[in-house]
């Protein structure tokens, strides 16, 4: 293989990992706008709407069958179950903790984190579970890159859901609402909007998209697993910090960043992929001390 | 009660964190009228306006609007029963365009068509902003986002109006102006309760006035009284 192939190759992993991190890191992004709390059981969410797509599917494989269509309805139904469960955890865990210190609701956020991966762990028994798609192995050749149709098709999703998130926060009331409730909550009561139902929205949304990049993960790469969620929760909160904390933009940007960074540095020469934790959380640490608003982040401005 | 009564506090006390700030006032607006609230800093004039609006929870006593007890209603409830509050600072929602800021204004209004008629009335109300309309709307300069303030209150299409200081931190030409767009609100309709440090400008848009001091009403009265009288002047309203 060429340098040049190469090149194309890790491009082509780098923009699918990239998708998968940007759709985890808008969840973390926007429920950190709206409530400013680091939602650490989000990568959660990701591995329990892994299983719901999983469980979904195992009911609907018979009418629909394991491909594509039985897959995509999956996914959309697994968004929604996990949408509402992200919605629960925020009114039964969070919501009580909103007035209470900082610290406090970070630590309830770490405890939501090892509820649902114990609970997951009992449920498995701590087994692989093999997600049931046959997504069939067909794809384009480009030269000597191969691309397959499952790659398409999965960046493709990936992209129409971040593109149905930005008109919906641009250009929709409840969008805007969202906006102001993320900048002055105060102002948004006194305009009307019913903050709490804000909150609920943002959290179904995160949590929805959260679950269908885990629903795709089982598609994609056949397995799940109960500990499957921590180390993305990790590298999305680490692209929704590049990209800068509380933008959209700035997740979908930074997990995109991220994605390729591990793709493009595991081929540095003696740099095995084994390195490629150390990548992200190294570049985690240099944004962290040289711009700590991320790429598109803007300082937090106080109020007299 | 009477009818033209449109917004009534009982006996409404309130503390702002542990510091009680508002001790037991009552306070009539008329519809149609402009009722203003002086006092000096602290007084507990900010606090009465939050109470009002349900930023702050009162801990005593009622308030009542249009004859209903609308004490203790989350702020959201009260905006849409038509109290719109526009807060010291103005407020301005950094992020959003002047237009988005508009628009959100009138987030309880569910008819397209009658939020574009009322953003175009804003705009011929207020012209800078439609030359503005897709800036930053913190990136305004302070007579501008008070306008956009106003503007986005007024999408909302409100009953009654609580201005909070709305002149602070201008120019003094621009004082005048704000004033004149309060005069203006009030002649098409518009019920207000004004909040204003300065007291002689205020008492001159002003049918009605109180004076608070330290949490409690010290003083009342039709407002050309208040501002004719020197003692009053001298003692409460400062120069």
């Keep these: ?304 | 009660m009477t009818s033209d009564v449109m917004l009534k506090l009982e006996g409404i006390a309130s503390a702002y964190g542990k510091i009680d700030a508002v001790k037991g006032i009552d306070l009539e607006v008329k519809r149609g009228q402009i009722v203003t609230l002086l006092g000096a800093n602290g007084a507990g004039k900010t606090t009465t306006l939050k109470t009002i609006s349900g930023l702050v929870r009162a801990k005593a006593g009622r308030v009542l609007f249009e004859g209903n007890d609308i004490t203790g209603m989350p702020a959201h409830q009260v905006a849409r029963a038509g109290v719109v509050h526009v807060p010291e600072g103005r407020h301005v929602l950094r992020g959003l365009s002047v237009r988005e800021n508009l628009e959100l204004g009138a987030f309880t209004v569910k008819d397209a068509t009658l939020r574009k008629d009322r953003l175009e009335q804003v705009f011929a109300q207020f012209p800078i902003l439609r030359t503005r309309a897709n800036s930053d709307g913190s990136l305004l300069s302070g007579g501008e986002q008070q306008m956009l303030a106003i503007g986005r209150a007024l999408m909302h299409g409100p009953k009654i109006l609580l201005l909070d200081e709305p002149s602070m931190g201008l120019a003094p030409k621009l004082v005048l102006e704000t004033m004149r767009i309060v005069k203006r609100l009030n002649e098409a309709g518009t019920t207000i309760l004004l909040v204003e440090q300065n007291a002689r400008l205020a008492l001159r848009l002003a049918h009605y006035g109180y004076v608070l001091e330290s949490g409690v009403i010290r003083l009342e009265g039709e407002a050309k009284k208040l501002s004719a009288d020197p003692s009053i002047v001298q003692a409460y309203l400062g120069s």
Aim: no cysteine; glycine share 14%.
């Design chain 1, 1 to 304: 293989m060429s340098i040049f192939d190469i090149f194309t190759n890790q491009l082509l992993n780098g923009i699918v990992l990239g998708s998968f991190y940007a759709l985890v890191a808008l969840g973390y992004t926007m429920v950190f706008g709206v409530v400013k709390l680091l939602n650490f059981a989000h990568g959660e969410l990701y591995m329990v709407g892994g299983f719901a797509g999983f469980l979904v599917l195992s009911f609907l494989a018979p009418y629909l069958g394991p491909g594509w269509l039985g897959v995509a309805v999956s996914l959309v139904l697994a968004m929604i179950a996990v949408g509402f469960l992200g919605v629960v955890i925020e009114r039964v865990a969070y919501a009580p903790m909103l007035s209470a210190p900082r610290l406090s609701i970070l630590i309830t956020a770490l405890a939501v984190s090892l509820v649902l991966q114990n609970g997951m762990l009992t449920l498995t028994k701590g087994q692989y579970v093999p997600f049931g798609a046959a997504l069939g192995f067909g794809g384009v050749k480009l030269g000597n890159l191969f691309i397959s149709y499952n790659q398409m098709i999965l960046v493709g999703v990936a992209a129409a859901l971040m593109l149905a998130l930005e008109l919906f926060v641009s250009r929709t009331q409840y969008g805007r609402a969202m906006r102001a409730v993320s900048v002055d909550k105060d102002m948004a009561r006194l305009m009307g909007i019913n903050v709490n139902a804000v909150i609920a929205i943002t959290f179904f949304l995160g949590s929805a998209l959260a679950a269908a990049a885990g629903s795709m993960a089982g598609a994609y790469y056949g397995s799940l697993w109960y500990f499957m969620g921590f180390l993305i929760g990790l590298k999305a909160f680490t692209a929704a910090v590049i990209g800068g904390i509380g933008s959209i933009p700035g997740a979908m940007l930074g997990g995109l960043i991220l994605g390729l960074l591990e793709s493009f540095g595991t081929q540095l020469p003696g740099v095995g992929s084994e390195w490629k934790d150390v990548f992200s959380f190294s570049v985690l640490i240099l944004v962290l001390v040289f711009k700590p608003t991320g790429l598109l982040g803007k300082p937090e401005q106080e109020r007299m």
